[in-house]
Structure formats: C-alpha cells, structure tokens
C-alpha cells in the first residue's frame, strides 16, 4: 500500500477529531481571508481615495517640493510630460495641478486654507475626490474663469454660498502677494472635516495668470494608475521615462507619509493577530497528530519491527499531516466562499457606529467593510496555512520514528 | 560457524535497569540456529525468551557479547541497516498478531513487499499464493477486525513469510489463540518448515510447540538451562 493511502486512511481512524481538527484549519481559512480581506479592501480604498485628493498614486513635482512645498517651484513642461505618461500602460491618467497655500476671506471673515487648481475638462469625479463630493452647484465650467469649489465647512465658516464671492491671497513666483475674486460654483463635503474646513478647488488657467506662471506650468503632475499595489515598479518606470534630474517622481508612501505610516502599523497589528490565531490552529493540530501518534506507539514499533526504516515512518506521519492540510484548506474554501461572496458583494456597514467622519491622516475611511481578496493574499493564505500544518506534523512525526522498537512494542 | 548457521549467540547479555533493581534479562546466553530448524524457546516468564528473540531480530541491542545473524554481528550495524535487515530476512509472529487495523488481510501481507518496492504485479502473486498456503483464500479483502483471532495470526504468518525470510521469530504465537486455532497453525507453520525450509525460532511456553518443536532450548533467568534436539 501506498504512503499516502496508508496515512489517508489513517486519518479517518476517528473521525470526529479528524473533522475538528479539519475545521480548525478551515476556520483558519476564514479568519485569514477576513482579516486580510478587510485589511485589502480597506488599505486600497484609502490609498485610491487618498489619490484623489490631490497628488495621485505617484506625483512628478520639481526638486524639493517635496520637503518645502513652495509655489516658486514649478514644473515648465507640464503638457508634454502629461504626454508621455498617458502613453505609459498602467497609467489611468496624469493631471497638471497647481497645489498651494491661501487666506481664503468672504465680507465676513477670513480663513487659513489651501487650494488645488485643477483644469475641469481633464477632471472627474473618478479622479477628484472634491468633484465627486459635490452636495451643492457644480464645478466650474472653464479653467480660466472664475469659478470656485469650496468645502462644506470653508462655506459655513466664511458664510456663503452658491453664487456668492470670496478672495483668495496668496503669493506669486516672485513671492509677491496676490488676490483674486472668485464666485462660489458648488460646495464639497467629502467626510473629513479638516478637509472641507479648509480645501478649495480653483481653475488652474487663471491660477497660473495671478502666480504668474507659463501656460504649461504647474507644481506637479499628479498620476492615478490602474493598480495602487503596483505603485513601487509604476514609480520606477516613470522615473526611467521622464529621466529629468530637475524632477522627483515619488510615490503615495513618499508623499503621503502620515498614511503609509497608519497602514503600515496597521499590517503590522495585523500580521501579529494572524500570527497568533495561526499559533492557535497549530497548536490543535500538533495535539491532534502527537496523540495521533502516541495511540499508535505499538504499531508504529510493529512497522518497524517489519522492516520499515524510521524516515519511512516520519514521512508516513508528515504524509497525515499534508493529508490535514488538504482536507483543512477544502473545508476552509467551502465555508469561506459564501462568506466571501457576501462581504465581497455587500460588506457590513458600520457607519451607524463610527459616523460619517471617520479619516486616518486626512484620508476618509470607507464605514461600509467589505471584503476584498488579491490573488497574491489567496495563494498566501492557502500556502501559509498548508506550511504551518506541516510543520505541526514534523514533531510527532520525528517522534514517531525516534522511540526504539522494543519500547513501542510493549506499549499495550 | 558453519554455512548453515543463520543465528549464533556468543555469551549474549542484556542488563537493564528496572527502578533500583539490576535486572539480568539474558545472561551470557550461547547457541546457534541452523537453516531449515523449528526451535523453541522456552521458559517461565521473566526467563529471557522474548528478549532472545529482540537481540536477534535486532529490536534491541545486547549490553554484551555478540549476536550475529547470516554472518553480521548486528550489535556494529547502523538503525537503517538494521531496519533493512529485519524488512528482508527476520519475518516476526508476535502473540497478540499486531496487524495493522487499515489495512485488509491483503495489505497487511503485502506491507513489507511494499517497503521492499516488489513490483506490483509480482507483490500479488505472491501475496495471494502465501494467503492461499495459510489457508485465507477469499478473506483477502477483510480488514483484521472482521476476522477471528486465528485468522488475523495466519495473516501475521503470511506476512512474516511473505519475503521468504531468513529466519521468522515467533513470539508466543499461540497464545491468544483457542487450542484448535492453535494446533492449526502450528501445523501450518510446521508445513511451511517442512515444505519451503523456512527456519522457525518460537518463545512459547505452550507444550503443543514444543510436543512439535525439533529442538528446545530451556531458559531460566537469561541463562540457559538446557538445550535438547529431538529426533
């Protein structure tokens, strides 16, 4: 008989524990596709909303704008960089944005805030979270009028409203101060206050007039890709096609720091729960093979009594445990596929506890938890528990074949 | 030792210790098996006939002098030598048959064919023609909790000969057996001598083996008391 029939059958010995200790794994399953899924699905939507704030999932920007964003440093070639980079698969789309600081002032009162300059006819709600957050009026219709997107809170606080006028100051290339009047088009309300409390959207022709910059300058170039988890190679390439020594190409985790820092915490915090809950599943397994193992010291001394050599033995024990394995991961399949289909298709909402506004580092954070499973997190999962319920098996099975014949046989 | 030596024991010894009692399992022990013999071991519990059989089969090792089986003093051999010696040329008969309960009556005689990576086809020749000879035609299929006392020790049996083994060490072989189960293996294994010259080393305790048996070797505490050839 074949090894692996033997250590087949060997399994089903008793049942129960084999269907426990199957479930076990399968739960393992669950867990990890629900911790990870949520985790992808959450960690994605922050990334992909956070690009449409304003920089992307990779920005091109002068040298040092970075570190001292400063309206002085500005890029002369916006158009044709824009060009190239469309051309670029995997690039969704690249869009010149003027980003920078002003006093934000209605008859009433004045406000610190900030503003992006955008060209409406290249932008979207897909591809601008304060267009897509729209709750009054509408965007502006040219890039050289003087229309204006304000924040929900930026409104209240400066108490206007659709059709009423603010000034916006700030300084030029020059580091001379300017102003300019803008009517108000639409108010935005994306969920986080600090946001709405201070952004306003701007049509980048006439910010390029009042900063006194080229027709094709902007600070930066902001580039949404197709997929965020590409972001470090989309990057690279980029950076090898643009090829400027003037220019930085860096991506969200460089601009964004305050997000990629909270996600990275966050995978952290998450891999130590996962590793735990897989602790626990391994310690149930190791107990179910090492009894497994201990309830047939006798015949395990019969087998070698007959002939068959201990690393036959061990791999006879390593054989029930890949066996586990197999049966684990289909059960886990079984009850995670529905699972999955619903929080992948539904997801469960919690804004009733958390509220609208719930951001991490000025991004909003989607209340609605989904599920959502890369192929790279499945074949992880599925590879991860397999490894880990083998490894559990290694120690009975090495003691299985490690006690001395005569002693086994007169286990009873 | 002469060609048709399969087992000799040069002043063979096993000492261990049991709490704080030195216990002397075999003492010394000295004697040959020839090809072809049908010997038992005999003796009251405690007299070291089990143990014999251990040292020989290379289950354990002697704490002194030599135990040679074929010529190879097994005491100097690695566990995998060992191992591989027991899988093709020791076949053992334990008392309480020891089969392995997943497995039918087939598998279990075809265990060691299958260590031994016999081809399949010749694995089932020569699996079905030993149940044949131990009178399991037709049970093969029957997992050993499905057959009787004596049934599951014909198995062991088959299994033991299966790889025409140098020597079988059968150890109380009738023991858990009703006396006509008994007397039917022992002439089935007395054929199997008799027929195909395979050599049968028995602890037993039960005089039907030794009525049968052509030479007895009388143990009392690990020594040896007697050794008598029948004729």
Same mark, same amino acid.
């Given at each position: 008989?074949?090894?692996?029939?033997?250590?087949?059958?060997?399994l089903?010995r008793r049942?129960?524990?084999?269907?426990?200790?199957?479930?076990?794994?399968?739960?393992?399953?669950?867990l990890?596709?629900?911790?990870?899924?949520?985790?992808? +699905?959450?960690?994605?939507?922050?990334?992909?909303?956070?690009?449409?704030?304003g920089?992307g999932?990779?920005?091109?920007?002068p040298?040092?704008?970075?570190e001292t964003?400063?309206?002085?440093?500005?890029?002369a070639?916006?158009?044709?960089?824009r060009?190239?980079?469309?051309?670029?698969?995997?690039?969704?789309?690249?869009?010149?944005?003027?980003?920078?600081?002003?006093?934000?002032?209605?008859?009433?009162? &004045?406000?610190g805030?900030?503003?992006?300059?955008?060209?409406?006819v290249?932008?979207?709600?897909?591809?601008?979270?304060?267009?897509?957050?729209?709750?009054?009026?509408?965007?502006?219709?040219?890039?050289?009028?003087?229309g204006?997107?304000v924040g929900a809170?930026?409104?209240?606080?400066?108490?206007?409203?659709?059709?009423?006028?603010l000034?916006?100051?700030?300084t030029?290339?020059?580091?001379?101060?300017?102003?300019?009047?803008a009517?108000?088009t639409?108010?935005?309300?994306?969920?986080?206050?600090?946001?709405?409390? &201070?952004?306003i959207?701007?049509?980048i022709?006439?910010?390029?007039k009042?900063?006194?910059?080229?027709?094709?300058?902007?600070?930066?170039?902001?580039?949404?890709i197709t997929?965020?988890?590409?972001?470090?190679?989309?990057?690279?390439?980029?950076?090898? /096609?643009?090829?400027?020594?003037?220019?930085?190409?860096?991506?969200? /985790?460089? %601009?964004?720091? +305050?997000?990629?820092?909270?996600i990275?915490?966050?995978k952290?915090?998450?891999r130590?729960?996962q590793?735990?809950?897989?602790?626990?599943?391994?310690?149930?397994?190791?107990?179910?093979?090492?009894?497994?193992?201990?309830?047939?010291?006798?015949?395990f001394g019969?087998?070698?009594?007959?002939?068959?050599?201990p690393?036959?033995?061990?791999?006879?024990?390593?054989?029930?445990?890949?066996?586990?394995?197999?049966?684990?991961?289909?059960?886990?399949i079984i009850?995670t596929?529905?699972?999955?289909?619903?929080?992948?298709?539904?997801?469960?909402?919690?804004?009733?506890?958390?509220?609208?506004?719930?951001?991490? &580092?000025?991004?909003?954070i +989607?209340?609605?938890?989904k599920?959502t499973?890369?192929k790279?997190?499945v074949?992880?999962?599925? %590879?991860?528990?397999?490894?880990?319920?083998?490894?559990?098996?290694?120690?009975?099975?090495?003691r299985?074949?490690?006690?001395?014949?005569?002693? &086994?046989?007169?286990?009873? | 030792? $002469? $060609?048709q030596?399969?087992?000799?024991?040069?002043?063979?010894?096993k000492?261990?210790? !049991?709490?704080?009692? $030195?216990?002397?399992?075999v003492?010394?022990?000295?004697?040959?098996?020839?090809? *072809?013999?049908?010997?038992?071991l005999?003796?009251?519990?405690?007299?070291?006939?089990?143990?014999?059989?251990?040292?020989?089969?290379?289950?354990d090792?002697?704490?002194?002098?030599?135990?040679?089986l074929?010529?190879q003093?097994?005491?100097?051999?690695?566990?995998?030598?060992?191992?591989?010696?027991r899988r093709?040329?020791?076949?053992f008969?334990?008392?309480?048959?020891?089969?392995?309960?997943?497995?039918?009556?087939?598998?279990?005689?075809?265990?060691?064919?299958?260590?031994?990576?016999?081809?399949?086809?010749?694995?089932?020749?020569?699996v079905?023609?030993?149940?044949?000879?131990?009178g399991?035609? *037709?049970?093969?299929h029957?997992?050993? @909790?499905e057959?009787?006392? *004596? !049934? !599951? !020790?014909?198995?062991?049996?088959?299994?033991?000969?299966?790889?025409?083994?140098a020597?079988?060490?059968a150890?109380?072989?009738?023991?858990?057996? @009703?006396?006509?189960?008994?007397?039917?293996?022992?002439?089935?294994?007395?054929?199997?001598n008799?027929?195909?010259a395979?050599?049968?080393?028995?602890?037993?305790?039960?005089?039907r083996?030794?009525?049968?048996a052509?030479?007895?070797?009388?143990?009392? @505490?690990?020594?040896?008391?007697? $050794?008598?050839?029948?004729t």
């Amino acid at each position: 008989m074949k090894l692996g029939k033997m250590a087949w059958r060997n399994l089903w010995r008793r049942k129960r524990r084999t269907y426990i200790t199957a479930l076990s794994i399968g739960f393992g399953v669950l867990l990890s596709v629900t911790f990870t899924g949520v985790a992808d +699905d959450s960690y994605t939507k922050m990334i992909n909303t956070s690009a449409t704030m304003g920089l992307g999932h990779v920005t091109i920007e002068p040298g040092g704008y970075n570190e001292t964003p400063s309206l002085d440093k500005r890029l002369a070639n916006a158009s044709s960089i824009r060009d190239v980079l469309l051309s670029m698969a995997g690039v969704n789309n690249a869009l010149a944005r003027i980003m920078g600081q002003a006093m934000i002032a209605s008859a009433n009162k &004045s406000i610190g805030g900030a503003f992006i300059a955008v060209d409406p006819v290249e932008e979207s709600g897909g591809l601008n979270l304060f267009i897509r957050s729209i709750v009054q009026g509408q965007v502006f219709s040219g890039s050289d009028g003087q229309g204006v997107l304000v924040g929900a809170r930026v409104a209240k606080k400066l108490n206007i409203g659709i059709g009423k006028k603010l000034v916006y100051t700030t300084t030029d290339v020059n580091g001379e101060i300017v102003s300019e009047i803008a009517r108000v088009t639409g108010i935005f309300e994306t969920g986080v206050s600090e946001v709405d409390g &201070s952004m306003i959207l701007l049509p980048i022709d006439r910010v390029r007039k009042i900063l006194g910059y080229g027709p094709q300058d902007a600070t930066l170039i902001s580039i949404v890709i197709t997929d965020q988890r590409r972001v470090a190679s989309m990057r690279d390439q980029i950076r090898s /096609r643009i090829d400027d020594p003037d220019l930085e190409v860096l991506s969200w /985790r460089e %601009t964004q720091s +305050d997000l990629a820092s909270i996600i990275t915490l966050d995978k952290a915090g998450n891999r130590i729960i996962q590793l735990l809950i897989s602790l626990l599943i391994a310690a149930g397994i190791l107990n179910t093979l090492l009894m497994s193992v201990m309830e047939r010291t006798r015949e395990f001394g019969v087998m070698m009594a007959v002939g068959m050599s201990p690393s036959t033995l061990f791999r006879l024990v390593i054989m029930e445990s890949i066996w586990f394995a197999v049966l684990g991961l289909i059960l886990g399949i079984i009850i995670t596929t529905p699972w999955y289909i619903f929080m992948h298709n539904h997801g469960i909402d919690f804004s009733g506890m958390v509220g609208n506004d719930y951001s991490a &580092s000025g991004v909003l954070i +989607d209340p609605l938890v989904k599920i959502t499973m890369y192929k790279e997190s499945v074949t992880g999962i599925l %590879t991860g528990l397999f490894t880990l319920t083998m490894l559990s098996g290694i120690y009975p099975a090495w003691r299985a074949g490690h006690v001395p014949p005569v002693e &086994s046989l007169k286990e009873l | 030792m $002469d $060609d048709q030596s399969i087992v000799r024991l040069e002043d063979a010894s096993k000492y261990y210790r !049991q709490g704080e009692v $030195d216990v002397r399992a075999v003492d010394g022990l000295s004697f040959e098996i020839h090809k *072809g013999d049908f010997t038992a071991l005999c003796g009251p519990s405690g007299s070291g006939k089990t143990t014999v059989l251990n040292l020989i089969g290379g289950l354990d090792v002697p704490t002194g002098g030599r135990v040679y089986l074929e010529g190879q003093d097994i005491g100097l051999l690695s566990r995998s030598k060992i191992s591989a010696i027991r899988r093709d040329r020791i076949g053992f008969v334990f008392q309480a048959y020891n089969l392995i309960p997943v497995m039918t009556a087939y598998e279990n005689a075809a265990f060691v064919l299958t260590l031994q990576c016999v081809p399949e086809r010749e694995c089932r020749e020569r699996v079905m023609s030993v149940l044949r000879d131990v009178g399991l035609d *037709g049970l093969e299929h029957r997992r050993p @909790d499905e057959m009787s006392g *004596g !049934q !599951q !020790q014909r198995v062991a049996i088959a299994r033991a000969i299966v790889t025409r083994p140098a020597i079988v060490l059968a150890d109380e072989p009738t023991a858990n057996v @009703d006396s006509a189960n008994a007397d039917s293996l022992l002439r089935l294994m007395e054929r199997l001598n008799h027929e195909s010259a395979i050599t049968f080393l028995f602890s037993t305790h039960d005089q039907r083996v030794m009525d049968r048996a052509h030479r007895i070797i009388r143990l009392h @505490d690990g020594k040896m008391e007697s $050794d008598e050839v029948l004729t």
